[in-house]
């Protein structure tokens, strides 16, 4: 259809770039609606947390494997640690080679929260890449609705503390 009139032409064009914004408005809210990176401490409270894992999964030979969980339950934490040892991978709960639970003391629970304050927390998205063991970092808050669990720590200090930390409750549990 050619429109000849140059007022319908102009409104055709103005309708057009109108409704052109409009898609590009709601596709650009909608994806940062969707992968804004929240805050923890800010955004995501404290209260709200659930689990948070660190896990390092190698496939070199031999391969590797640590994880640390933290995990808070009707005002009762605990501390999980992990390893795994074997000649193959993937390796499995079969093949784990140490392993501490332990319950947390309000103090120590505080402990870890200040290690992750700060933090960020994003979408998960699929992982194309090949080769990198770790750590990967995730967090479980109630409210999230399955969304955003990728965490990564607001600094390399507070990533340091938190190591130093889950090596301080891992020697505890022999005590």
Not at 13 to 22: D, P, R, S
Not at 43 to 69: C, K
Request: with cysteine; hydrophobic share 35%.
């Amino acid at each position: 259809m050619r429109v000849h009139h140059p007022i319908k032409r102009m409104l055709i064009g103005a309708a057009c770039a109108v409704a052109a914004a409009a898609a590009v408005l709601l596709t650009a809210c909608g994806k940062e609606g969707n992968s804004k990176a929240l805050t923890v401490g800010k955004d995501i409270a404290f209260s709200d947390i659930t689990d948070f894992y660190y896990t390092y999964d190698s496939s070199v030979n031999p391969p590797e494997f640590l994880r640390y969980r933290f995990s808070a339950s009707q005002g009762s934490y605990r501390f999980y640690y992990e390893t795994r040892g074997g000649d193959h991978w993937p390796l499995t709960e079969s093949d784990v080679t140490e392993s501490v639970v332990r319950d947390l003391s309000q103090e120590e629970w505080t402990a870890f929260l200040e290690t992750v304050s700060g933090g960020t927390v994003t979408k998960r998205q699929e992982q194309t890449e090949t080769g990198s063991a770790g750590p990967w970092l995730f967090v479980y808050w109630n409210g999230d609705g399955g969304e955003r669990q990728v965490f990564s720590f607001e600094s390399n200090d507070k990533q340091a503390a938190f190591q130093a930390l889950c090596t301080e409750l891992k020697n505890k549990a022999g005590e």
